[in-house]
């Protein structure tokens, strides 16, 4: 399906011979290529459909693959009417600006639902309505094209990427059945300041957007959309940066793809998520994908609450080489970063006590429900999150996080090709996967953005 993840493009061949040199491997399987096949995704398949859940967003929704030539207003009765730039009209206003100005009139009264339900206000400080979160986006959100595999978010999860400095519980936007009050939608929204091409704008970002799947394509999303649009207004915001899997009528700012390091190769293969090709055994897939126990970067240690201020200053300086970034505060890094198992995972280099600190790298943690597998429950996948580098070459540090990752257990390793990323990824042996990640404004015009210069990552 257009817009979906469909196949790897494979790398240069793998070296077991022990030639000593560092060649690139690929993880993927190259359907044209028999010959280059080492080990790909998602086995059943003559094509691999799908390598991530995270370049799987949307899956379900085949009334937004759109071509080129139709698309006018009138096919997307929502996004035609929307501050947005549409893939369709090739026209662009005035760059690095906004489509309509902060001085609209913003309606006081919430979106009108259908009379079954009523709109809820999470709080996410009661356990009681994470759980219910928690289990909608367990049971609806994204799944890959076969059903084989469900973003299972953690509670934990949940409350740090829902609760960073400055969130707010409007902006934790629920439906609920008036009956029952079961949890049946919700979409998100949380603050952040965005450099867009050396402006300085403060944006929210927006994310979980869930609809049960008994109601779907019955036009909930867009009541979802226009109400957190109408609570982010309010507040006096009126841009919004986001992320799909899929293809929106929307023009993306960037196209970004999702890389795969298999640590637990044994377990993707039982699971399928990857697969033995025929010049592979489970032997030679163990030995390629080992690494060793312990990281190699000399002063490299958990990251503290007390480096949050040395570590905002190195990361901001280091974002401030991409178009498309983030800007921290300190209080920021110390929610985002601070160390949690099984939420985030952050190591600095310091390289003695008494100097300052040189580096940095991170990742999360999403696990997945594996669907109706009788052995395993859960995939369990980190991403590369936020890193910066002055003196630790990044593929090290990169390696390190590998090492850091398969010693907490985690079965692959994702990273997009954003930032500096892709110069390191093959080396890593991270196989290409082919589904896109695409990154949208709302209300901000722009040109694209090309993907090594994006220094946005987004849960
Ligand atoms: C200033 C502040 C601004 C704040 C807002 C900024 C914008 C934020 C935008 C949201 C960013 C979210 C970021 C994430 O969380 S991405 C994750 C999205 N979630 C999932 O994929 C979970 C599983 N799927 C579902 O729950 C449903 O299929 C969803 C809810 C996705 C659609 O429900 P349903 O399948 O029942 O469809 P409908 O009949 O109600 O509505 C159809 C209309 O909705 C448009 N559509 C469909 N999917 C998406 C999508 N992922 N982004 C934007 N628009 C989408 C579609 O083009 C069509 O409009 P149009 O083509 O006719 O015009």
Redesign the pocket.
């Known amino acids: 399906m257009e817009g979906q993840p469909s196949s790897f493009v494979s790398q240069s061949q793998n070296d077991l011979s022990g030639s000593g040199s560092k060649k690139s491997v690929s993880l993927a399987i190259d359907p044209k290529n028999q010959q280059t096949q080492i080990e790909g995704m998602y086995p059943s398949k003559i094509m691999p459909e799908i390598t991530d859940l995270r370049s799987a967003?949307?899956l379900?929704?085949d009334?937004?693959n759109i071509s080129q030539s139709e698309n006018p207003e009138s096919i997307?009765?929502?996004?035609?009417s929307q501050p947005i730039l549409l893939n369709s009209n090739n026209e662009l206003s005035e760059l690095n600006s906004p489509i309509i100005q902060d001085s609209i009139a913003i309606r006081e009264q919430p979106f009108t639902l259908s009379s079954s339900f009523e709109w809820s206000e999470l709080d996410l400080t009661l356990d009681c309505e994470i759980q219910e979160l928690y289990e909608l986006l367990c049971e609806?959100?994204?799944e890959d094209d076969d059903h084989m595999f469900r973003f299972a978010y953690s509670k934990q999860f949940l409350i740090w990427a829902l609760k960073p400095p400055g969130w707010l519980s409007e902006f934790h936007c629920g439906v609920r059945v008036k009956t029952s009050h079961k949890l049946v939608a919700f979409i998100s929204?949380v603050p952040a300041q965005i450099f867009v091409k050396g402006k300085l704008k403060q944006m929210?970002e927006?994310?979980?957007?869930?609809?049960h799947e008994k109601?779907?394509?019955?036009?909930?999303?867009?009541v979802l959309?226009r109400e957190?649009?109408r609570r982010?207004?309010l507040k006096g915001?009126?841009?919004?940066v986001?992320?799909?899997g899929?293809k929106?009528?929307n023009r993306p700012v960037a196209v970004c793809r999702y890389w795969h390091r298999s640590l637990n190769p044994k377990k993707l293969i039982e699971v399928e998520f990857s697969y033995l090709t025929r010049n592979m055994t489970l032997q030679r897939a163990l030995k390629l994908y080992k690494l060793p126990e312990k990281p190699i970067t000399p002063g490299l240690r958990k990251f503290k609450l007390s480096d949050s201020k040395a570590v905002c200053d190195g990361l901001n300086l280091y974002l401030s080489r991409f178009e498309l970034c983030p800007k921290f505060t300190e209080t920021d890094i110390s929610h985002w970063l601070t160390p949690h198992e099984g939420i985030i995972y952050s190591w600095v280099v310091q390289p003695t006590p008494s100097e300052p600190i040189t580096d940095m790298i991170s990742f999360y943690s999403i696990p997945s429900s594996v669907i109706r597998h009788p052995k395993h429950k859960h995939l369990y996948t980190a991403y590369l999150f936020y890193y910066f580098t002055t003196r630790t070459l990044f593929q090290d540090l990169l390696y390190d996080a590998l090492i850091l990752a398969k010693s907490n257990n985690f079965d692959v390793f994702n990273a997009l090709d954003i930032m500096e990323n892709k110069s390191v990824l093959e080396d890593l042996k991270f196989g290409m996967g082919d589904g896109n990640l695409q990154y949208f404004f709302?209300?901000w015009c722009c040109e694209n953005i090309a993907t090594d210069n994006v220094g946005l990552v987004l849960q």
Do not use: D, E, M
């Open positions: 967003k949307n379900s929704h009334s937004v997307h009765k929502f996004w035609g609806n959100y994204v929204a929210v927006i994310n979980f957007l869930c609809v109601l779907r394509n019955k036009r909930v999303a867009p959309i957190i649009t982010v207004n915001i009126f841009q919004a986001f992320t799909s899929a929106l009528p709302y209300n």
